[in-house]
């Protein structure tokens, strides 16, 4: 089992900046872990992911070049810096784990799941 908490959400304009971070903890392993957002009246969709080493990662394309997705293993933490943000980048932010090595971008293949921050971005 694991067990993620999110923090770092809020509410902040157009253009500003905001880190997230997933504190895992746990026995099971979080190979691949990674960030979804889901919207009002849409369905989540994925965001980025990371690999145990940090050396593998994957955006979905409307966040390359203004998020970045990072893990600290000795702190049992990911990370996304989210700059540039924008009114569209609205969601609820879930973090995501897995035991497996492939960076999936369908909520199907995650296990474990935090309970979400709210991101709200005002225009």
């Known amino acids: 089992q694991v067990q993620l908490v999110e923090s770092g959400g809020g509410l902040v304009q157009a253009g500003d900046s905001l880190r997230l971070s997933c504190a895992a903890s746990?026995?099971?392993?979080?190979?691949?872990m990674a960030w979804f957002r889901q919207a009002p009246g849409k369905e989540r969709e994925f965001v980025a992911a990371?690999?145990?080493?940090?050396?593998?990662?994957h955006y979905a394309d409307p966040v390359k070049g203004r998020f970045t997705i990072s893990r600290d293993n000795a702190k049992n933490t990911v990370y996304l810096q989210m700059n540039g943000l924008e009114p569209e980048d609205t969601a609820v932010y879930y973090c995501?784990?897995?035991?497996?090595?492939?960076?999936?971008?369908?909520?199907?293949?995650?296990?474990?799941w935090g309970q979400g921050t709210q991101v709200t971005v005002s225009s």
């Open positions: 995501a784990a897995q035991s497996g090595t492939i960076l999936y971008v369908s909520p199907q293949w995650y296990a474990y």
């Open positions: 746990g026995r099971a392993s979080s190979n691949i």
């Open positions: 990371i690999n145990r080493s940090g050396g593998d990662t």
